[in-house]
Nanobody
Framework: QVQLVESGGGLVQAGGSLRLSCAAS????????MGWFRQAPGKEREFVAAISWSGYSTYYADSVKGRFTISRDNAKNTVYLQMNSLKPEDTAVYYC??????????????????WGQGTLVTVSS
């Protein structure tokens, strides 16, 4: 397990952009797949994007494909989520998480037991 701290959220108008950061502590960040998830009030947590340990494979929810880009900088132990063309429906608390298996990010993320506080993204009309 690694410790993760999300940041970069805030208030932005529809059509604007934000970049979220997830800073990891620990010794094995580069060997983990990373994922971004979000949860809006009254809804279940949902998958947003994931990236393999190498950074060469990425996965996106249909709702954000073409607008969001996930990337990582293993030298800085940080994963990013660049969010463009934001919509009010993107409003949520955004979380990151890590696991050795990419399928845990894309399919079995409900098995993840430990989550941080996330960072709030609010998109106004």
């Amino acid at each position: 397990q690694v410790q993760l701290v999300e940041s970069g959220g805030g208030l932005v108008q529809a059509g604007g952009s934000l970049r979220l950061s997830c800073a990891a502590s620990g010794r094995t960040f580069s060997s983990y797949a990373m994922g971004w998830f979000r949860q809006a009030p009254g809804k279940e947590r949902e998958f947003v994007a994931a990236i393999s340990w190498s950074g060469y494979s990425t996965y996106y929810a249909d709702s954000v494909k073409g607008r969001f880009t996930i990337s990582r900088d293993n030298a800085k132990n940080t994963v990013y989520l660049q969010m463009n063309s934001l919509k009010p429906e993107d409003t949520a608390v955004y979380y990151c998480n890590a696991d050795p298996a990419i399928t845990t990010m894309t399919v079995r993320y409900r098995d993840l037991e430990v989550w941080g506080q996330g960072t709030l993204v609010t998109v106004s009309s």
